[in-house]
C-alpha cells in the first residue's frame, strides 16, 4: 500500500524563525511529489519536484527531493505569520490515476 | 484559470439524513476525487472517478457513495449520515496523467 508521511505533525514557531518540514514516500512507481499549502481554503500549489537534488525556489520557501532516501524537505526561511497553514505533500504515480497524499503538517507562526 | 467549485460550503444535517455534496470543475478533466480532511490524518481518498459512469473505492469509501452522469460534475452522497462523518470534505479534479490536482474550496459538515 502506498503510504506518504509528514513530519512533524504540527509545529509552533515565532516570526523570523526557520522551519524545515519532512515528507517521506513509499509509492509505485513515483513519478512526482508536490507540496501544497492549505490556509482555511481550497489548498495552493506551491512545489513539483521530481528529480533528485535539484532545489526549487520560490521566496522564502525551498524544497528538495531526495530519490534515493524517498523523502523531501520545505523550508521556510524568516517564517511570518501568513506562513501559518497546513502543508501538505502529495505523491503522483507512474500510470496510476490516484494521487496520494501526507498527513499534512500544521505549521502556526506567532508574532 | 481551473475552477473546482462545491456547491455548499457548510452544512449541518441530522443522523440520519440522506446528504449530497455537489462537485463541478470547468476544465474537461477526467479524473475526480472526493477526501475527507481530518485533523492529525490528512487527506483521505473516499471515492474517485477516472470517466463519466466509473467510479472507483478510495481508502474509506464505507458509508459513501458517488455519482457522476457528466464529465464536469462528481456527487459525494451519504445515504444516511452519522456523526462520525462529521468532517472536512474536499473534491478535486485532475486532467488525464498530468501532474497536477485542482481542488474545491472545501465543504464543511456537520452531522448532529
Known amino acids: 500500500e502506498d503510504k506518504v508521511v509528514q513530519s512533524p505533525l504540527s509545529l509552533v514557531v515565532h516570526e523570523g524563525d526557520t522551519v524545515t518540514l519532512n515528507c517521506s514516500y513509499e509509492v509505485t512507481n513515483f513519478r512526482s511529489l508536490l507540496w501544497y499549502k492549505q490556509e482555511k481554503k481550497a489548498p495552493t500549489f506551491l512545489f513539483m519536484l521530481t528529480s533528485s537534488g535539484i532545489e526549487k525556489k520560490s521566496g522564502r520557501l525551498s524544497s528538495i527531493l531526495d530519490k534515493k532516501e524517498l523523502f523531501s524537505i520545505l523550508n521556510i526561511t524568516a517564517t511570518q505569520t501568513g506562513d501559518s497553514a497546513v502543508y501538505l505533500c502529495?505523491?503522483?504515480?507512474?500510470?496510476?490515476?490516484?494521487?496520494?497524499f501526507g498527513t499534512g503538517t500544521k505549521l502556526q507562526v506567532i508574532p | 484559470d481551473v475552477k473546482v467549485t462545491q456547491s455548499s460550503r457548510y452544512l449541518v444535517k441530522r443522523t440520519g439524513e440522506k446528504v449530497f455534496l455537489e462537485c463541478v470543475q470547468d476544465?474537461?478533466?477526467?479524473?475526480m476525487f472526493w477526501y475527507r480532511q481530518d485533523p492529525g490524518l490528512g487527506l483521505r481518498l473516499i471515492y474517485f472517478?477516472?470517466?463519466?459512469?466509473?467510479?472507483e473505492k478510495g481508502d474509506i469509501p464505507e458509508g459513501y457513495s458517488v455519482s457522476r452522469e457528466k464529465k464536469e460534475r462528481f456527487s459525494l452522497i451519504l445515504e444516511s449520515a452519522s456523526t462520525n462523518q462529521t468532517s472536512m470534505y474536499l473534491c478535486?479534479?485532475?486532467?488525464?496523467?498530468?501532474?497536477?490536482?485542482?481542488f474545491g474550496e472545501g465543504s464543511w459538515l456537520t452531522v448532529v
Open positions: 502529495a505523491v503522483f504515480s507512474r500510470g496510476y490515476q490516484k494521487v496520494t
Open positions: 476544465m474537461d478533466h477526467e479524473n
Open positions: 478535486a479534479s485532475r486532467p488525464g496523467q498530468r501532474d497536477t490536482i485542482y
Open positions: 472517478s477516472y470517466d463519466v459512469k466509473m467510479k
